[in-house]
């Protein structure tokens, strides 16, 4: 073929695109269950979420390993489809490898607690109602992603580093393989692209963190799923995410102690002046205020459910002050109001906790250091003194819950093409806190069994020719388009213009105007792409390409968005949806947030989209139910031994 004289071409069965937690777990199983001819793909073997977040208890959920509560892999299952709109048989494959994933990385030494006895023992998490819950601390996903590479290097596994994927080779039925931008020859128009040919291909890129400018995700991380969506891979539960205050500079969860310490809560102009306490625009009663930020510890993430009883105002009234152009803060410098707290007026439950935890005195910081010194530590490590200076927070989107849609073996619609993480839409609206880590390493280990099972053969070169040819030549027209001196606008104020629409309209508050217009305007910018940008360097080729994707991306996500409110859709999860016929459940908040909240009567219904030319087009459907086989040991295990019965 004539292209290939111009590109280097690397040939695996299997790709794992991705260097998480999932993306080093389906290396690791596939060279475990026997298939060898595998690389790994990434753009940084040490950025991604996994490697660089995290919250005060990072947690992993698995079936219940201690004590005398009962538990069965069943209830595990129900647990997380009476999150809504799941599937069963992925419920119940979570639950099932659950036991076998945790124990895998016990294994490979991350050091989860147990008592003398050998018990790995639980703690209830939210939507929890057993102790599943464990954790290695705030970096649970770390010592999980480092534990997992460790065991990848030791068997050789091949990583291709500073590869970023730009587009999969598909043609909408069948995975071929996967076009790259070699980040090390940028500057290099006839070596920069790199092509992979494959069978099989493991995505694992997590979340489209890029979409957003107000993001705990880490810096570094973008996600990938725009390719995913352009080789025609469906979507599934899009619409749910999950949003919560959270610090950007570091960017990092202000959950627990944070929230407990009682901060003040400041906003000022853009340039950090004119500082004025704007919660008490709001809170009359000094001890409900203090109360609700209370709560927002325990209450982290935003919830519809939770505004007019719960925490989630603050939320709320934070979004609202930086929708007004101001900057947000916590400070712990001093108390609210620049006096002592009377404890006294907290509720009950408040002032009890902080009572039993000592911390009734002294200044936010004081008290932040008395319970939980680490976590001042933590910025005090990335430059930020919480007893000299403030905070900066946003309310920030945290993580998606819905994403590609897979079958109970994490495959995709396209054949050989499987995906595992956060990029694949495994959960519905509502999950058990930690269920995503776990959700993570089976879908890994269901991918790799599946592949080692029917991947295998030769792969196809015309298909690969065909789809190379025509990505290639797309992408060089983009690179060269884009390399201009005079016209176009700037990549930054183009990236900075994408990512804010989305956090304004496409975040925790949605309304259908707000949506239809941000619609409009990346369907136009899409059209208009290489034509409106301007770079002045090949190095920030890279950008170009991610903002391609996160376009895209939006494009889709706002349109299942849009279809969900056009379909009778209601507020639920962390998302409130204006509607004028709904309840304002603060006379004082402005008329947008009359919502009328999801009664829960479609949590049986999954919404999945697909992209079609230039449109996007949903479809509902019923989730499919757990399995609940009467499987007798003798005939399962004849089935087993002698047809391979799992598959």
Known sequence: MAMESKIRVIRRNTIVLGTGAAGFNAADRLWQYGQKDIAMVTEGVNTGTS????????????????????????????????GQCMDGDIALCE????????????????????????????????HD?????????????REMTDALEREVRAKGIEIFDKMLAIRILSDGHRVYGLLCLDLTRLDEPEDRFVAFCCRNMVFAAGGPAGMYADSVYPKGHYGA?????????????????????????????????????????ISTDPEGGQPREFLYDFFQDEGELLTKVFLKGYQ???????????????????????????????????NPLGKPVDFSRLSDEAYQYLSKAGACQGKPFERLRHMNAPAMEFYKERGVDLSEEMLEIALCAQHNNGGLAVDCWWQTNVQGF???????????????????????????????????????????????????????????????????????AELRHCWERATRRMSRYGGAIRERGGIVKALEEVKEERVQF??????????????????????????????????????????????????????????????????????????????????????????????????????????????????GNVF
């Open 418 to 488: 499987y995906t595992a993480g956060e990029a694949a839409g495994s959960h519905g609206v509502y999950r058990p806190g930690g269920s995503a880590l776990n959700a993570g390493q089976v879908g890994a280990a269901r991918a790799a069994r599946h592949i080692v099972r029917w991947g295998g053969g030769e792969m196809d070169q015309e298909g690969f020719d065909r789809t190379m040819e025509e990505a290639l030549k797309e992408a060089m027209c983009i690179a060269d388009t884009v390399m201009k001196k005079e016209g176009g």
């Open 51 to 82: 490697r660089n977040t995290g919250s005060d208890k990072q947690t992993y959920y698995k079936l219940t390993l201690s004590g005398g509560e009962p538990d069965s892999v069943l209830e595990m299952a129900r647990s997380l489809f009476e």
């Open 530 to 643: 290489a034509r409106r940008i301007r770079i002045s360097d090949s190095r920030f080729l890279p950008k170009v390409f991610r903002l391609e994707d996160i376009l895209l991306c939006q494009q889709v996500y706002l349109s299942a968005m849009l279809d969900y409110i056009d379909t009778g859709g209601r507020s639920r999860g962390s998302a409130l949806y204006s509607d004028p016929e709904g309840i304002k459940p603060y006379d004082i908040l402005p008329d947008e947030f009359c919502f009328k909240l999801d009664d829960g009567s479609r949590g049986s219904q999954l919404q999945e989209v697909c992209l079609q030319g230039d449109e996007v087009r949903s479809m509902w459907r019923e989730v499919h139910p757990i399995p609940q086989e009467e499987d007798f040991f003798e005939n399962v295990w004849r089935s087993y031994r002698e047809t």
């Open 300 to 334: 982290w993430p935003f919830d519809v459910r939770k505004v007019a009883e719960g925490s989630s105002v603050i939320d709320i009234l934070v979004y609202l002050e930086s929708a007004k152009g101001r900057r947000v803060w916590l400070d712990f410098r001093d």
């Open 225 to 265: 799923s725009g390719m995913a969506f352009r080789a025609g891979v469906m979507g599934r539960n899009l619409t749910e995410w999950q949003y919560g205050l959270a610090s950007i500079h570091p960017r990092w969860n202000v959950s627990g102690t944070y929230m407990q310490a009682l901060p003040r809560f």
């Open 95 to 126: 639950a099932a490898l659950s036991v076998q994933s945790f124990l895998r990385l016990v294994e490979l030494g991350v050091p989860f607690p147990r008592n003398r006895y050998g018990e790995y023992v639980g703690y209830k998490t939210d």
């Open 129 to 141: 109602p057993r102790r599943r819950a464990t954790s290695v601390g705030p970096y649970t996903s």
